[in-house]
């Protein structure tokens, strides 16, 4: 049902509704007055009076009326207009001595009894049409058209939330000034001609603050802040969750310039061909959300921004330019954003001047802000427990057992050796790519764990883009995938699992050198596997004996041995400066390229 309908019935109600209350407020007054009056003949009352049944009389000199009271009928006043003027009639009261009479001069009075019987009543009637009415859209609403949902967006004027509460994820933040500025002053964009950005998706595990850094951009923008949970959008029945999304955006758009927030976009936004089993109602909200963002004006400041923690699952037509055409990684912070963080929220906390927040981000890597958030706290709670009137030292080492022990996030915080061993393995791999020559350069060095498994990371940059890969390269990626174990191996003497990835990706490699790319003597330029086949189960065909195979596997083995000794053999060779790097590795839990390089060279 559209709006117009709904209009259209709201009025008709209305105007019933003022029928019915007119006619009863008649049939009342009139029963009303029944009541409490009687008119009756000038006659009636001089036969009442001389027969002395008449206990009081009043005249009003002003209308010219008489009311008067008669014995036993106390509740009723009697009414009459006198025929004679006033003089001879209060002679003829006099004349059979009438206890009590008064003359009055009141003609307000009926203006008053006016207001009181009719206007009264109306504006009575008026205030319970009102909450009548919005009853009454409220059910056509839900049962009827399936449309209005303003109960349940949820709309602030003013989040309250500043960058400044939101520490740490300095990237973050920066990519979203710009939306902040685009809030404040549209005109300058589009003077210039610039196609304004309409979303932006906010990816990050749980809990870095992703919800908060929304709030903090509307806050810092001053603009009203929608926000809708992808979850409240799949409703039950099918073609609801399409209206609200409508309506969200219908809403958006009077207000304008503002922030629509769809948290957890990953319910609605999930990629349509991924699963086998149909959800109309998630493909209608979707097609609709789609629809939405196309269709709005983003010069006029709405700007959408999306959160989510599976950004691999969600469809590709919600990432495409012109809708959401940003992604702002939140990360799990580091060791400065955990110690901003903490700093942040001890702020709204007593806390004791000895308190050394230093030590408690130190052993919380891969621990959330809002794991953080909630260690202050707890450490608040444990404090008020004891009575005491500042949050100490040991409050903070309890809470961060409790909260961590009592969450199953301890996985994700990894004990000293652990770390020690990650650190070990991350910079095997970066200190292979800045040796080798045909290795990419070493972009960033992490032994924050991630949420996708992994314990730390080693990103290379690519200098140039590549189309062709010559042996020599693809031999010294295997010797890099490698390096991660063979730097356990050569600083520790011992290994671990978290070569898994590693030696899946360096086997890749070394197969598909044999295989496919024609690279060993052995078997020269026959083709083994034929790479077109890889789309329909991932693997490629295979085009040879079962002897070929056995041969494949032991040049396969040849290349992985020949390249984790080349690795070891390096790793040997510098084992200081490996040493030196894990130890500023392990105090910033983060290096970027130039720190890497920086270090190395004031080391060597
Ligand atoms: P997400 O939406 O990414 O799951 P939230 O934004 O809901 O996480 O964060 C939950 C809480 O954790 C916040 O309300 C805040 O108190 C705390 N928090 C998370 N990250 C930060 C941060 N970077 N700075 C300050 N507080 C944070
Ligand atoms: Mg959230
Ligand atoms: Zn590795």
Redesign the pocket.
């Known amino acids: 049902m559209n709006d117009d309908d709904l209009k259209k019935k709201k009025i008709r109600a209305g105007i019933i509704y003022a029928v019915v209350v007119i006619v009863l407020m008649i049939l009342i007054n009139q029963f009303m007055n029944s009541m409490q009056t009687k008119d009756v003949l000038y006659s009636e009352f001089k036969t009442m009076v001389s027969e002395g049944k008449v206990t009081a009389v009043e005249i009003n000199t002003g209308s010219g009326e008489i009311n008067f009271k008669v014995q036993g009928d106390d509740y009723k006043v009697y009414i009459t207009d006198p025929t004679e003027d006033l003089t001879t009639v209060t002679a003829y009261i006099e004349k059979y001595k009438v206890p009590e009479y008064t003359g009055v001069t009141t003609e307000t009075n009926i203006w008053l009894s006016l207001l009181i019987q009719w206007v009264l009543p109306l504006l009575i009637f008026a205030v319970l049409w009102r909450f009548l009415a919005k009853g009454l859209t409220k059910n056509m609403g839900d049962s009827m058209s399936f449309g209005k949902s303003n109960a349940k967006i949820y709309a602030e004027n003013e989040t309250g939330v500043r960058f400044a509460?939101?520490?740490?994820?300095d990237e973050a933040k920066e990519s979203l000034v710009e939306i902040v500025d685009l809030l404040h002053n549209p005109q300058k964009y589009t003077e210039i001609g610039a196609r304004m950005p309409k979303g932006a998706l906010l990816v990050?595990p749980?809990?870095?603050?992703?919800?908060?850094l929304a709030k903090a951009v509307a806050g810092e923008a001053g603009v009203p802040f929608f926000s809708m949970s992808g979850s409240e959008f799949v409703q039950m029945f099918v073609g609801m969750g399409a209206a609200r999304v409508r309506d969200l955006f219908k809403q958006a758009q009077e207000k304008a310039p503002c922030i629509v927030f769809i948290d957890e976009i990953d319910a609605i936004g999930r990629s349509r061909d991924q699963s086998l089993s149909t959800n109309d109602e998630r493909e209608q909200t979707l097609n609709q959300l789609l629809t939405e963002m196309d269709g709005f004006d983003s010069s006029k400041g709405v700007v959408i921004l999306g959160?989510t923690n599976r950004p691999e699952i969600l469809d590709p037509a919600l990432l495409r330019p012109g809708r959401f055409d940003r992604r702002v990684i939140?990360e799990i912070?580091d060791y400065p954003g955990r110690l901003a963080?903490l700093k942040?929220?001890a702020k709204k906390v007593r806390m004791s001047d000895s308190v050394k927040l230093e030590a408690i981000a130190k052993t919380t890597p891969g621990a959330?802000?809002?794991d953080l958030?909630n260690i202050i706290n707890e450490a608040a709670l444990l404090a008020v427990r004891k009575n005491r009137k500042m949050v100490e030292q040991w409050d903070l080492e309890e809470a961060l057992e409790v909260v961590i022990a009592g969450n199953v996030k301890k996985d994700r915080v990894l004990s000293p050796k652990e770390k020690r061993s990650v650190a070990y393995h991350e910079l095997g791999h970066a200190f292979l790519a800045h040796i080798l020559p045909c290795a990419d350069e070493v972009h960033k060095i992490t032994i924050i764990p991630r949420t996708k498994g992994a314990l730390g990371y080693t990103m290379q940059l690519p200098g140039e883009e590549k189309y062709l890969v010559t042996r020599e390269e693809m031999e010294d990626q295997i010797a890099v995938s490698l390096a991660g174990r063979a730097a356990e191996e050569v600083m520790l003497g011992q290994v671990s699992t978290g070569a898994a990835n590693d030696i899946e990706q360096a086997t890749t490699t070394a197969r598909r050198m044999v295989t496919i790319y024609g690279m060993t003597d052995r078997f020269d330029m026959v083709g083994l596997e034929s790479p077109s086949g890889q789309y329909l189960d991932g693997r490629p065909v295979s085009n040879c004996s079962a002897e070929t195979q056995t041969q494949i596997d032991q040049e396969i083995l040849a290349i992985i041995k020949k390249q984790h000794q080349r690795a070891i053999n390096l790793l040997l060779e510098n084992k200081e400066k490996v040493q030196v790097l894990s130890e500023y590795l392990l105090e910033k839990e983060t290096l970027t390229g130039e720190e890497f390089l920086r270090i190395l060279a004031e080391n060597s």
């Open positions: 509460d939101v520490a740490g994820e990050g749980p809990g870095t603050g992703k919800t908060l959160a939140v912070p963080i942040v929220h959330s802000g809002a958030a």
